[in-house]
């Protein structure tokens, strides 16, 4: 279906659960108001910085998927064990991780060293995060205008 549709998977997925939900008359899920946005994306990177397992796998979708973009490779993460899992291994980026807002969407973004190493926007429905996307791509980043973030301009 999602070659058809000239979609990724998930986006393939996501179009299907939509038309789902329209045929079936249920209502749209919830997106948080910007405020409980930024108070779910807190309690992630407090979690992720202590490496507490449980609080993040609960403010996991059980269908949650991280897609992060390397440049050179991709990884796709399904489901909110794996995304918990990787999670506490990177800890220690969680602990250089700023709250920002990428495309009005809630993320946060990596300062290594004066230098953005990667950016994470958030999908958030009905108080779960649902989705992650990582660019992580050192050329991609460059291009960004994001040194604000790392001046704090």
Known sequence: MAEALGRSVDAARQLASRARRRLQGAPAPLRPRPERARELVGAWLVAARQGD????????DDGAVLRADYGTSTQVLDGAQAITEQAVLSARLAAHSTPVLIDRRPGVVVVL???VVSVMAFTIVDDRITRLDVLADADR????NVSHLVTGD
Do not use: V, Y
């Open 141 to 144: 980043l460059k291009h960004l």
């Open 53 to 60: 397992f449980k609080a993040l796998l609960g403010l996991l």
């Open 113 to 115: 060293n004066g230098r």
